[in-house]
């Protein structure tokens, strides 16, 4: 491996999220029974016309913004011509030699050095983004292939890199952010399982300092991000391992099964189709003013790496706390709205990165279906801070608002959570509690600030939950500075 370096690059389909399909009104969808999202124009009936979709339009010139893409002022529709069952046509509408979007980028992250540690950043360069119509879907059965036609026509977009990237783990980070990006900007869910994000790898590998590419190896079915990142790493060793047996590699497309971690030879270059591209007579060109681009500018949110890192200036929250927040938008969102609320961003990242996360898991609910509301959780948080209840009274209030939806304040005076206790009582506790550790006792007289926490499990315990945080901690300082 020390005498060669591997090249790879990636051609991801997304599925637009439009409500109609890129060539005609009828819906788009996942789930409906088979071949009932289909009109004359989805079959190709003879003498029905496509007319195109804007909004899915919209959503390529979006994407393009959202990844520094050039959106070219003009872009036509090609025919991409061969024979296959699941295109109705026999052509499949796409764009070949003028697509919309051209180069761009992607932001990555590498894995970290330990799991809470930020990794290296950098950019993965794109080729170009185009915009064409969905094929079928091939069903399968013991002795047949049944063709669905539900997802012909859905309006797909191809995002095609450069041959940039150099492992596996980068092919992994980079569908990540990707996936990210198209959710942050509203323009897919890209969920792999629906096959609303779909992505063939070109895998070579060359002599370290040989500039010339080696020859390439194209990846199929792979059908979720670990299965391109499993495939691509099989490649890897599977290329290897030939050259160092004194074999060659051929041009090729393999299927990798993900199931046994093996892959096949479908076809090779020789057997590879002509495509014989023409301008589709049926649709006009495309020209894109300045007009169209910034009214679509407008609608970009900020991107997941920009947030992460405004967060963690802005807010002084750690790369710990952001990573958690940031892939889920809504989430993000969550939190900003809290913070800005209750004025604790680090109490906010906290309950929002364990306990809310922790209730929505157990619940199967979203965070925009989640009883508690950025308003309840900063209350909640000030409640704590002013000392009014104690945090294991903050989590019996928390586990009720995710039941009821009812304010902090409320569940509080009902259940009588307020912290209580007296002056005299809360002494003696402290005084319990110091004289049964004489361990944390003299860590504390050596230095060691934090060994006071042991003192105040007992008397929170002794309080029955009902003791102030804060008198405690002054109570106990006071009492020990003795």
Known sequence: MNDYEVVIGLEVHVQVKANSKMFTRVKTGFGHPENTLTDPVVLALPGVLPVMNHAALDA?????????????????????????PDSPKNYQITQYDKPICLRGNVEIELPGS??????????????RIHLEEDVGKLNHAAFDSLIDYNRAGTPLMEIVTDPAMQSADEAFAFLTALKTVMV????????????????DA????????????????????????????????????????????????????????????????????????????????????????????????????????????????????????????????????????????????????????????????????????????????????????????????????????????????????????????SSDDLETWCKDSIASDPKALAEFKAGKDSAINAFKGPVMKAAKGKANPKLVDETLRRLLAL
């Open 184 to 199: 942050y900007g509203g323009i897919s869910d890209c969920d792999m399982e629906k096959g609303q994000m779909r992505c």
């Open 202 to 421: 070109n895998i070579s590998i060359r002599p370290k300092g040989q500039e010339q590419l080696g020859t390439k190896v194209e990846l199929k079915n792979l059908n979720s991000i670990s299965y391109v990142r499993d495939g691509i790493s099989h490649e890897i060793l599977r290329q290897l391992s030939l050259v160092k047996s004194g074999g060659k590699i051929v041009q090729e497309t393999r299927d990798y099964d993900g199931q046994t971690g093996t892959s096949q030879s479908l076809r090779t270059k020789e057997d590879a189709h002509d495509y014989r591209y023409f301008p589709d007579p049926d649709l006009m060109p495309v020209k894109v003013d300045e007009a169209w681009k910034a009214r679509l500018k407008a609608e970009c949110p900020e991107m997941p790496f920009d947030k992460q890192r405004r967060f963690m200036k802005e807010y002084d929250i750690p790369y710990t706390i952001t990573s958690v927040l940031i892939p889920d938008k809504s989430l993000s969102d969550y939190f900003e709205a809290t913070a800005k609320l209750c004025g604790q961003a680090h109490a906010a990242g906290n309950w929002i990165a364990n306990d809310l996360l922790r209730e929505i898991g157990k619940s199967g609910e979203s965070i925009d279906q989640c009883k508690i509301k950025p308003n309840h959780l900063a209350a909640l948080i000030k409640l704590i801070t002013a000392g009014t209840i104690s945090t294991t009274a903050a989590r019996e209030v928390f586990s009720e608002m995710a039941s009821t939806g009812e304010l902090p304040e409320k569940i509080v005076e009902r259940k009588g959570l307020t912290a209580s206790a």
């Open 114 to 127: 330990a799991r809470n540690v930020m990794g290296e950043h950098k950019l993965i360069p794109l080729t």
């Open 60 to 84: 390529i010139i979006k994407s393009g913004l959202l990844l520094s893409c050039d959106i070219a002022p003009y872009c036509k529709w090609d025919r991409k011509n061969y024979f296959y």
